[in-house]
């Protein structure tokens, strides 16, 4: 990358060691992802490749996991209380919708009680995680600020370290079909508990009987005749992915049909498929914060006296790196997301890192 100035969108490999070179001239790039840290390495290819710098920062997103589960089904043994039999009820094959993405069939449920069960995966937080971390708004529309309070939980409990990497793990309950046909935006605030540097935000989103088949959530005679064409019984019962499972009882039959014929919508009334406004982005930001700092504390560490004789020195370079970094596997993009950092170098001296630009695109998985 000699001189980029435009932005550019790089593919990369998944989570794991990965290499690239920025310039072919000057230098080049080491990033190793260990899964809890990362570090940048900077290293001249001229002189046979020489590690110029080197930072490592620690992968701290304190928020692990944003689940739905389906609460009261045949997934959980049909409690509808909280306890650690939900874990089986996670719907593996759906994922938060995350500020700025556009929302898909995989961050929504068909499930017949709607929104009835959220599960946060809490990392070290610093107090007892209460109601009063949380916040929760519904609506459909891609400007959230407009939406409405949602029902509160029925309850929020916390075990301890069953969380994903050993995280606290929150589970959160609503009665069933307090919360559906609708999008539910689950904030987790920064509390003196939960020990956030900044709030979490994501949605998920309900539209009963709706099996994704379509470019819209629309329910209609199609989800219901898919439902009649996909019959599951004791012999083979349903999955918990099962499009067509719509009270996720384990059988498709008529009973999911009739949901899909009693919860038919128009395009007018059907769930929209959101892009929640971008502003809320800045509210998942703890992460960039870290890169920001980094590069920050790059620029500061480095000296001419370290870059000129490798190379690095040259105006205009244009470093990457990439927000894996900070983020679970989870949730990170498929699509890249970029981190860039243009630093203006002129020998002999390094003017202050004032252009720091964060693009950063979430992509849905
Ligand atoms: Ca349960
Ligand atoms: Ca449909
Ligand atoms: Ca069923």
């Not at 009739?258 to 992460?287: D, E, F, G, Q, V």
């Amino acid at each position: 990358m000699n001189s980029a100035k435009a932005r550019q969108t790089w593919s990369v490999p998944p989570p794991g060691a990965s290499q690239f070179q920025y310039n072919a001239d000057f230098g080049a790039m080491l990033l190793t992802d260990n899964g809890s840290s990362l570090k940048f390495e900077f290293w001249s290819i001229a002189g046979g490749g020489t590690l110029i710098d080197q930072y490592t920062i620690a992968a701290t997103a304190p928020v692990r996991a944003r689940q739905v589960f389906y609460n009261d089904s045949a997934f959980d043994g049909n409690s509808p209380a909280a306890g650690a039999l939900d874990d089986g009820a996670i719907a593996a094959d759906k994922q938060a919708l995350l500020p700025g993405a556009t929302a898909t069939s995989a961050n929504y449920t068909s499930y017949s009680r709607g929104i009835n069960g959220v599960i946060v995966d809490l990392l070290n937080p610093t107090g007892t995680i209460t109601a009063a971390d949380f916040a929760f708004h519904v609506g459909n529309s891609s400007t959230p600020n407009d939406w409405t309070a949602a029902p509160a939980p029925q309850s929020i409990s916390v075990r301890p370290g069953a969380g994903d990497g050993g995280a606290d793990r929150v589970t959160i309950v609503w009665p069933s079909g307090a919360i559906r046909n609708t999008w539910l935006q689950a904030t987790v605030k920064s509390t003196a508990a939960t020990g956030l540097a900044a709030a979490d935000v994501f949605y998920f989103g309900n539209t009963i009987g709706e099996t994704g088949n379509g470019a819209t959530a629309q329910v209609n005679s199609n989800d219901e005749i898919a439902a009649r064409q996909h019959a599951r019984s004791f012999t083979d019962p349903a999955n918990i992915d099962d499009p067509f499972d719509f009270n996720r009882d384990g059988f498709v039959n008529a009973i999911d049909q009739i949901l899909a014929r009693a919860n038919a919508t128009t395009l007018a009334t059907s769930l929209k498929l959101i892009i929640p406004s971008i502003s809320a982005m800045a509210n998942n930001s703890a992460s960039l914060a870290i890169v920001d700092a980094a590069w920050r504390s790059l620029t500061a560490e480095r000296d001419v006296s370290e870059t000129a004789p490798n190379g690095l020195a040259s105006e205009d370079q244009t470093l990457l790196a990439f927000v894996q970094l900070s983020m679970h596997p989870s949730e990170r993009p498929s699509e890249m997301s970029e981190t860039r950092s243009r630093r203006r170098m002129k020998c002999p001296e390094i003017e202050p890192l004032t252009d720091v630009q964060i693009d950063f695109t979430m992509a849905n998985l």
